[in-house]
């Protein structure tokens, strides 16, 4: 077994998912029969009480465990573990009507009235002293059930509370990251600038909507601070948790690149990271390949988030949704390969929301392994049948990492300051479109590239993309330049190195902090174009890219210049540059063009590295699992037809087959070879 198992008693993958049994508590048929069911399905663990404060607490004081313990035996009974959740997600109706202070507060400044989730006040001391007893009870009643692997911690965390009591503690958060000093907060905001100059701290308040929205560094606080108090929140919760039971690890349901918060400044906080994984499969806006590219990005996201253990996907759709605007049913197969895609990607979990459809409210239609019709014999129950015991089959790589050779940057800050800056074009910034469409170019070339912040340690990494880091952290200059003087390969582009960590411009020319050095150029204009508009960048091959959105006029210091653009008052000048320090590459691309035209550039740097290109016939997805002592490669044959894939080695997994070179893979087929580790 490897030893970065996350699960020693599941012993190889988890499958399983959300399961809502307070829903069914007067019907113990079903109950029972679920389990049943759950054994067929190759089912050995489930998402508990992740919405049952109600029933655990039904009017306030007044607590009921006995139910679900009954349920965690039964399900331990028959090799189904635990995954036990807190209910902090959602609250009771008695605790808002007593404790109003619990309802969040938006943007205008108007409290909420009872309902929903996802919708607590995250400073309130009465909620998080109601949840911390609750919490409490869950651990001294399960902690010590042999069934409980993991805590899952309330549920999707997001959203902004503008209250008196989140204001306060805003102020607080300030006065400590400016040393209790309002001159050095008005330096670092630039408020003599319309005279938005405070006195005190007392006077700060959240940019509610018809407030201060126009000082830019209050703006970027307020989301690092959101992303500070609900990590906060969620650190309650956790140590309640731990200091009654230190051994079980704890996971917070994370939502792909969500923009709300800043999930890097979470993830040392949590013993595993896990997410919901929900794409929109089979959509009239682009191909199945296009949608699991995506989804593959957003894997790494997670993946990066703790690099050197699996991740899970705590939830994803066994069927369809019932959220989206059209809510499509996978076609057959599709399920299968979308599993396997997360695995392939270094999950170590296939887990489904949910179980088992309600019979009423908000969610009765979203789909589930468990129909309304009840039966196993579904088409729905047995492809995920299927992929219990697909999963079965390949259990020897759980444990195993993905470790790529290459990294693409994204800040979460960088992201805001960008979407908030007064400048650019509205609506063409499209920074994470950007990140996205460079990420799936290197996919294509069968890399996948983890995705981490620019202040992290690069020292694994060979090749290195970072697309407009138009904030640079305190640490990011100096790991660029130490990246590429050990020999990396690093791509920056337009929009590069403008303003420091607090948005303040750098003086000197951009990009700033010693970047102009590394890069050998100096970002003079960027000009917008509007969306009809191109440029193109011509290079020596007698190829021409083309250009849209943005495009910089540099000053070219002692870089190479390796294209220039095509138009306009601009044309002949540099676009395309590269500074070398001795085995080590700083290339800048000036302006916006598609990643896939910049695929050669793209090879060349991964030459450079020495890291092989691996040639895959069109639709096929690839990825490796590394282990100590053996290897997993991951083929997804994305296409309704047959597929060869010429140079494979090793034992496939899924059909114990020996591979002397050609893999044959049928339509939406899928391999596990393994191979002894290199
Ligand atoms: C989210 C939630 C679940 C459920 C699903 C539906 O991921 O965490 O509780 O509502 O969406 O897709
Ligand atoms: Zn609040």
Not at 47 to 66: A, C, D, Q, T
Not at 95 to 102: G, M, S, T, V
Not at 223 to 241: G, I, P, S
Request: charged share 25%.
């Amino acid at each position: 077994m490897e030893d970065k198992i996350l699960f020693p008693k599941i012993g190889g993958f988890v499958h399983g998912g959300d399961y809502n049994p307070e829903q069914w508590l007067d019907r113990p048929d079903i109950l029972e029969k679920d389990v049943e069911m759950m054994k067929k399905a190759g089912i050995n663990s489930a998402s508990l009480g992740i919405f049952s404060w109600s029933v655990y607490e039904p009017r306030e004081g007044e607590f009921h465990f006995e139910w679900m313990e009954s349920i965690i035996d039964r399900l331990y009974q028959n090799g189904i573990y635990t995954v036990l959740s807190t209910p902090s997600g959602a609250r009771p109706a008695w605790l808002d009507e007593k404790y109003p202070e619990a309802l969040r507060v938006d943007k205008t400044g108007l409290r909420a009235h009872h309902g929903g989730r996802h919708n607590h006040c995250m400073t309130s001391p009465v909620y998080r002293e109601k949840v911390a007893i609750l919490d409490r009870k869950l651990a001294e009643r399960f902690g010590s059930h042999p069934g409980v692997i993991l805590y899952h911690i309330s549920n999707e965390f997001s959203g902004e509370c503008f209250c008196p009591l989140c204001t306060r503690k805003f102020r607080t958060y300030l006065a400590e990251k400016y040393d209790h000093d309002i001159d050095k907060l008005n330096a670092a905001w630039w408020t003599r600038f319309w005279s938005h100059t405070y006195n005190n701290f007392e006077q700060i308040e959240p940019p509610f909507a018809n407030g201060e929205t126009s000082v830019m560094g209050l703006n970027l606080e307020w989301k690092r601070f959101t992303t500070w108090n609900t990590n906060d929140f969620m650190k309650h919760e956790r140590d309640v948790l731990r200091s009654i039971t230190p051994d079980i690890p704890v996971t917070t349901n994370f939502m792909r690149l969500f923009g709300g918060l800043d999930y890097r400044k979470m993830a040392p906080d949590l013993d595993v990271i896990s997410w919901d994984n929900y794409p929109l499969f089979h959509n009239d806006q682009e191909t199945l390949g296009d949608t699991m590219d995506e989804t593959a990005f957003q894997h790494a996201v997670i993946r990066s988030l703790k690099r050197d253990k699996p991740f899970m996907m705590m939830e994803s759709a066994p069927g369809l949704v019932n959220w989206q605007a059209v809510n499509k049913v996978k076609r057959p197969g599709v399920h299968k390969l979308a599993c396997l895609q997360a695995i392939g990607c270094g999950s170590d979990s296939v887990q489904y929301f949910q179980w088992r459809k309600g019979r009423g409210s908000y969610e009765q239609f979203h789909g589930a392994v468990v129909d309304h019709l009840g039966t196993d014999d579904t088409r729905i129950f047995r492809e995920v049948a299927e992929v219990g015991q697909l999963l079965r089959k390949i259990a020897p790589a759980a444990g195993t990492i993905v470790q790529p050779k290459a990294a693409l940057l994204f800040d979460w800050d960088n992201r805001w300051a960008l979407e908030d800056v007064k400048a650019l074009a509205r609506d063409t910034k499209k920074y994470e479109e950007t990140c996205i469409d460079i990420w799936k170019a290197f996919f294509r070339l069968g890399m996948d590239m983890d995705v981490v912040g620019s202040d992290e340690d690069l020292s694994r990494y060979d090749v290195v993309i970072a697309p407009m880091l138009y904030m640079l952290q305190p640490e990011s200059a100096r790991n660029l330049t130490a990246f590429v003087e050990r020999g990396g390969q690093l791509l920056a582009t337009y929009c590069t190195g403008y303003v420091d960590s607090e948005q303040l411009c750098f003086l000197g020319g951009f990009p700033g902090d010693g970047l102009k050095n590394l890069f050998g150029i100096i970002s003079e204009e960027i000009d917008s174009l509007y969306p009809s508009d191109r440029n193109g960048i011509a290079l020596p091959d007698g190829n021409r890219w083309e250009v849209r959105d943005y495009a910089e006029i540099l000053r070219v210091q002692d870089a190479e210049i390796l294209g220039v653009y095509t138009d306009d008052f601009y044309a002949g000048k540099a676009a395309l540059t590269c500074k070398n320090h001795g085995k080590g590459n700083a290339y800048y691309i000036a302006a916006r063009t598609d990643a896939v035209s910049m695929l050669p550039l793209f090879r060349q740097m991964l030459h450079n590295a020495g890291i092989p290109v691996k040639e895959l016939p069109d639709g096929v997805e690839y990825h490796l699992r590394s282990g100590r002592e053996c290897c997993y490669a991951f083929y997804l044959n994305r296409t309704d037809h047959m597929v060869e894939i010429p140079g494979v080695r090793g034992v496939d997994l899924v059909t114990d087959a020996v591979i002397e070179d050609n893999l044959l893979l049928p339509a939406f087929g899928v391999a596990v070879v393994r191979t002894s580790a290199t």
